[in-house]
């Protein structure tokens, strides 16, 4: 069968090289594809050069779109998600059922694996309160985590605790590059390591079941407790927000991306309140590293605003004294 021939069936030997170069990159652009997907129409049919203005779009859909049939069996899917920050559109190949914490079990050690989760507890347990719902940390913060503590009493990320050595300083910064570098974390130009995009969308299920209490079964006769809701979902897109906005009623769940702020308000026919609990959405508390220091001024219920002591996050990983 021809290339031609093979194109036209669907699934051929230019989506396997574009699929072998995901594999390899782990998540890609629009911009960044273009060049890829003309050097492999290229070297598929030389007489006729591919450039890499000449591919739409809509090129790049119909190979994600005819890639997302061809791989679906083996629980693997090419999904995209908004980069919080930029607002550019980030493809990423992610792996569908298991556990990501479980894929990376293969290129790194279980000491590595443990610091990890360590890291992703400072994130989303330790500085993510209702007071400022940072969701990152500095390297200073990250490295004091290369050692378990001894005292057991941290979360154990949804796995049995076993015991550990940890890592050295050396070892931890190096993993911590390493989770840069493998497209896991980000760090931000102010120090912070965040969740990546793709980070966000391989992991959402296991963030969601680690940090996120489940709600009691009916007809259960235990007193009635709100469950902890750490990990909370944008109200316009319903994706993961670790960067953005919250409503400025510190008792609502409500929270938004910063580029899904006025979708909201257009799709409320323009009324600019929470989507939730109609709080005016003006002045909204930051959620993400501005919520380092944001911490510093709070809000109640209300809408007052007060000086208040930090949550323990200040820029150099130490914690802030009172304002007082």
């Known amino acids: 069968m021809s290339n031609d021939d093979e194109e036209e069936v669907g699934y051929g030997n230019t989506h396997r090289a574009f699929l072998q170069a995901l594999l390899s990159r782990q998540t890609i652009t629009y911009e960044d594809a273009k060049p890829l997907l003309a050097a492999i129409q290229t070297a598929a049919i030389p007489d006729r050069p591919t450039l890499p203005e000449d591919i739409s779009y809509q090129d790049f859909d119909n190979y994600v779109h005819t890639l997302n049939s061809s791989i679906s069996p083996f629980d693997f899917e090419i999904r995209s998600t908004l980069h919080q920050t930029t607002k550019e559109c980030i493809y990423a190949l992610v792996n569908t059922t298991s556990d990501a914490l479980t894929q990376m079990a293969t290129v790194h050690s279980a000491d590595e694996i443990a610091f990890v989760k360590r890291v992703l507890?400072?994130?989303?347990?330790?500085?993510?309160?209702?007071r400022a719902e940072v969701m990152a940390v500095t390297s200073m913060q990250a490295l004091k985590l290369a050692k378990p503590p001894n005292d057991g009493s941290r979360r154990e990320s949804g796995t049995q605790a076993h015991a550990q050595a940890g890592l050295t300083m050396s070892q931890a910064e190096k993993t911590l590059e390493n989770m840069v570098r493998e497209g896991w974390f980000e760090l931000s130009t102010r120090g912070f390591y965040t969740l990546s995009p793709r980070g966000l969308m391989e992991l959402r299920g296991w963030l969601m079941d680690t940090y996120?209490?489940?709600?009691?079964?009916?007809?259960?006769d235990d007193e009635y407790e709100e469950p902890t809701e750490k990990i909370k979902l944008c109200r316009a897109c319903k994706e993961i927000v670790t960067m953005g906005q919250r409503c400025p009623n510190m008792e609502c769940l409500a929270r938004l991306h910063n580029h899904c702020v006025r979708n909201m308000f257009r799709a409320q026919g323009g009324s600019?309140?929470?989507?939730?609990?109609?709080?005016?959405?003006?002045?909204?508390?930051?959620?993400?590293?501005?919520?380092?220091?944001?911490?510093?001024t709070s809000t109640n219920a209300n809408g007052v605003g007060g000086r208040r002591r930090t949550s323990g996050m200040g820029m150099d990983g130490a914690d802030d004294e009172s304002d007082d």
């Not at 996120?212 to 259960?220: S, Y």
């Not at 609990?277 to 930051?286: F, G, L, Q, R, S």
């Open 272 to 296: 600019e309140k929470c989507p939730m609990c109609k709080t005016d959405w003006v002045e909204p508390p930051p959620v993400g590293e501005k919520a380092a220091k944001a911490g510093r």
């Open 121 to 130: 507890d400072a994130m989303f347990d330790t500085h993510n309160t209702q």
């Open 212 to 220: 996120n209490d489940q709600p009691p079964d009916e007809g259960d």
